[in-house]
C-alpha cells in the first residue's frame, strides 16, 4: 500500500451496494479490483480492455470471457487514468503518485517510470502512431514521453490551473486540454505551441476528446452537461443535457455519430450527435460512473464506476 493510501486507508473490506433494476442491455460484469475503477479503455481490435483503479493496479481483461489476464502493480497510490496505444503493445498509466508508467500489452511488465510532474497525473494519451505517450497533470503541465525510452520530450506550459484531461487529434498534430479553467486549449504537437483557446462556459471540465474525423471536440464536466464543439473555431454547437451530476467521461463511436457519457449520477448515457438527443441511459452501476469507452467496431460501451465494477453494455 502505498503512502497516500496508508493515510487515507483503502476499501478493501466487503462492499454493500444497493439493489438496483438494471438495464437490459447489459452483456457481463467484470469484477476484481477492490477499489473504484477510474479509467477503462479498449485495444484497437476490441478483444481487450485495461482498467485502472483506486486499488493501484492496472488490469488487461479479455472482452469475450470478462476474465481478467494479469495484473500490473507497481504505482504507489491510485490509478488516475489509462491508455492503450493504437498498435496493440503498450499500455500506460497515470497516478497519484506524480508518475506515468509504460507497460508491456503482452506481459505485464513495467518498461518505464516516466518522472518529472509533481502532483497527480490525471491523464495519459499515446499518440496516433503510439510513438510519444502525453500526461497532464494538477502541476498545470502537459509533459511528452517517448515510448521506447521513457525519456521526456518535452514541458508545455500555459494553463493556470489544474488540467484534468487531453486528448491527441487522429492526425496526431494537436493535442486539446482541459481542467479547472473554463477554457479549451488547443496545442499544435509539433511546435508545442498553444495555438488556440475557447470559452467552456464552466468552471471545471473532467474530460474532452476529438471525433474520429477531427472536425468535432466533445467535453463534459462540472456543469452535468456534454458539450460539442467545432474543433475549427471553438463555436458551442450542442449542448446534451439529462445527467443530473457532474460528468467525468465521454467518447465519441467509431462512425463520429454518438457520444456515450458517464457521470456521478451513476448512470452512463448514449448521445445522437446531429440532434443532440439522448438515445438511451444505461442503468446498474450503484456508485457514481468514473469512465467510459465504446469499442471499435461501435457496437459495446465499457463503463468503470465507485462500485469496484466495470460493465460492459450492447449499443443500442
Excluded at 497516478?95 to 517510470?113: M, N, P
Excluded at 464536466?221 to 474543433?231: E, L, Y
Excluded at 462512425?255 to 442503468?283: C, F, M, P
Amino acid at each position: 500500500m502505498g503512502f497516500i493510501s496508508k493515510i487515507f486507508g483503502k476499501k478493501e473490506v466487503e462492499l454493500k451496494l444497493p439493489a438496483i433494476k438494471e438495464d437490459i442491455n447489459v452483456i457481463k460484469t467484470m469484477e476484481g479490483h477492490l477499489d473504484r475503477v477510474l479509467g477503462v479503455r479498449f485495444s484497437t481490435d476490441g478483444k481487450k480492455l485495461v482498467s485502472g483503479s483506486f486499488d493501484e493496479s492496472v488490469m488487461l481483461w479479455d472482452v469475450e470471457s470478462g476474465k481478467s489476464l494479469f495484473t500490473m502493480k507497481g504505482h504507489e497510490t491510485w490509478v488516475e487514468c489509462i491508455d492503450y496505444s493504437r498498435d496493440g503493445k503498450r499500455l500506460a498509466s497515470g497516478s497519484t503518485d506524480s508518475t506515468a508508467r509504460i507497460w508491456d500489452a503482452e506481459t505485464g511488465k513495467c518498461l518505464h517510470v516516466c518522472k518529472g510532474h509533481d502532483t497527480a497525473v490525471r491523464m495519459v494519451a499515446f499518440s496516433p502512431d503510439s510513438k510519444v505517450l502525453a500526461s497532464c497533470s494538477r502541476d498545470t503541465t502537459i509533459r511528452l514521453w517517448d515510448v521506447e525510452t521513457g525519456n521526456e520530450l518535452s514541458v508545455w506550459r500555459g494553463h493556470k490551473s489544474y488540467i484534468e484531461s487531453l486528448a491527441y487529434s487522429h492526425d496526431g498534430k494537436k493535442i486539446v486540454s482541459c481542467g479547472e479553467e473554463p477554457v479549451l486549449k488547443i496545442w499544435d504537437v509539433e511546435s508545442g505551441r498553444n495555438i488556440a483557446n475557447y470559452r467552456t462556459n464552466d468552471t471545471l471540465s473532467h474530460a474532452v476528446v476529438f471525433s474520429p474525423d477531427d472536425k468535432l471536440i466533445a467535453f463534459c464536466g462540472r456543469d452535468a452537461k456534454v458539450k460539442i464543439v467545432d474543433a475549427a473555431t471553438g463555436e458551442i454547437l450542442k449542448v446534451l443535457e439529462g445527467h443530473e451530476d457532474a460528468v467525468r467521461s465521454v467518447c465519441f463511436n467509431p462512425e463520429g455519430t454518438k457520444v456515450a457519457s458517464a457521470a456521478n449520477d451513476e448512470s452512463i448515457r448514449l448521445w445522437d450527435v446531429a440532434t443532440g438527443k439522448q438515445l438511451h441511459s444505461y442503468r446498474g452501476h450503484t456508485l457514481e460512473v468514473q469512465s467510459v469507452d465504446i469499442s471499435p467496431d461501435g457496437k459495446i460501451i465499457a463503463s468503470g464506476s465507485d462500485d469496484r465494477r466495470i460493465k460492459l453494455w450492447a449499443v443500442v
